[in-house]
């Protein structure tokens, strides 16, 4: 049974920061490729960063590159998406997502992900 449990959403102003949390409860080996996603009302679910637990290898999408942080910690087995200098456009429900590092796939397609958290609200007000 895989868990993907994320927090730490909220509400900020613009130029502010928040960091999100995605604590993972699985058998890490099957597991060990992490991204958030992120899904604005009546817009597709897009690819924010992605983080390889075992390599460390790390993916941004262009609109966030700069502003955004992944990274892990593999004594917990979370993830962080530390966000700064945060914009209205970023204001989204922001998912968790998790595969084996082994599966093909581009990191920022969703479909290639099976296994999913509940998501966290991140609204960025002017």
């Known amino acids: 049974q895989v868990q993907l449990v994320e927090s730490g959403g909220g509400s900020v102003q613009a130029g502010g920061s928040l960091r999100l949390s995605c604590a993972v409860a699985?058998?890490?080996?099957?597991?060990?490729?992490l991204a958030w996603f992120r899904q604005a009302p009546g817009k597709e679910r897009e690819g924010v960063a992605s983080i390889n637990f075992s390599g460390g290898g790390t993916y941004y999408a262009d609109s966030v590159k700069g502003r955004f942080t992944i990274s892990r910690d593999n004594a917990k087995n979370t993830v962080y998406l530390q966000m700064n200098s945060l914009k209205r456009e970023d204001t989204a429900m922001y998912y968790c997502?998790?595969?084996?590092?082994?599966?093909?796939?581009?990191?920022?397609?969703?479909?290639?992900?099976?296994?999913w958290g509940q998501g966290t609200q991140v609204t960025v007000s002017s």
């Open positions: 699985s058998d890490t080996t099957t597991t060990n490729f």
């Open positions: 997502a998790a595969k084996s590092s082994r599966d093909l796939g581009h990191w920022s397609v969703p479909a290639f992900y099976k296994y």
